[in-house]
């Protein structure tokens, strides 16, 4: 039982891991698309947002 416990908590640390990893080229991405879309004038700067 006790080999059975450790497999777990490996999985879930390992999933937590990989989940975090994937959460975090999501936000990449999507700065960079955010960054191509105000440089081509299609969308405001978040700063503009903050202030309404």
């Known amino acids: 039982m006790n080999c059975l ?3 777990l908590q ?3 640390i390992t999933t937590s891991v990989i ?3 994937k959460n975090n ?3 990449t991405k999507e700065k960079q698309q ?3 879309l105000q440089a081509n004038g299609l969308i405001s ?3 503009d947002k903050k202030n309404c």
């Open 5 to 7: 416990n450790n497999l």
């Open 10 to 12: 490996q999985l879930i």
């Open 19 to 21: 989940a975090w990893f």
């Open 25 to 27: 080229d999501v936000t």
């Open 34 to 36: 955010q960054q191509v």
């Open 45 to 47: 700067s978040l700063k």
